[in-house]
């Protein structure tokens, strides 16, 4: 159910067409909730007709010019239910620590380098979370917006820094 909330964000933030959706998806909304292509221009499409969006009127009629979303007042409302609804934790799902659990049953065989490979992806996420930090979160800046997006922003900072230090422990702990 989170899909559709997390476009009627966006929409909110700024009218969009699916692809604008899709490039911010990958910029912003994308680092914690990720979606294709595919998925958002369906989403829209059934926004569309429950009456959450409308597409906007083309400034000039034109054959194959994209559509941009607007949020109606339908969305908002049920983006604000959505919102302010009560939801547990969702339980973790990582294929790693699967694989992990498995290669305790088969061997550890290749493990290792896979271990490496998501310490170095961790890091570079890190390091791309705290260079947005840097960029987009200077001192002084703190209206109650502000602090929810950055609140959001040191979720995934604090996660990848929980994944470096893990793995860094479990590498050690294998003896790499």
């Known amino acids: 159910m ?3 909330h997390a476009i009627l964000t966006a929409l909110l933030e700024k009218p969009s067409s ?5 490039r911010r998806f990958d910029r912003s909304i994308g680092y914690f909730w990720s979606a294709t292509h595919q998925q958002i221009y369906r989403e829209l499409g059934k926004l569309e007709r429950d009456g959450l969006i409308r597409a906007l009127p083309a400034q000039v009629p034109a054959r194959g010019q994209k559509k941009e979303y607007e949020v109606l007042p339908d ?36 493990v290792d380098a896979e271990l490496h490979r998501h310490l170095d992806l961790h890091r570079r996420q890190l390091a791309t979370y705290e260079e947005i930090d840097r960029r ?24 990848e820094k929980f994944w470096v230090r ?7 702990d294998l003896g790499e």
């Open 166 to 172: 893990w793995l860094e422990r479990t590498l050690s």
């Open 2 to 4: 989170s899909l559709p």
């Open 18 to 22: 699916g692809l604008e959706l899709t």
């Open 136 to 159: 987009d979160f200077p001192p002084g800046k703190d209206s109650e917006a502000d602090r929810l997006q950055h609140a959001v922003l040191r979720a995934g900072i604090d996660l």
């Open 75 to 110: 969305g908002r409302a049920e983006l604000a239910r959505w919102t302010a609804a009560p939801q547990d934790p969702k339980p973790m799902r990582d294929p790693l620590l699967l694989r992990l659990r498995s290669a305790a049953v088969i061997g550890t065989a290749g």
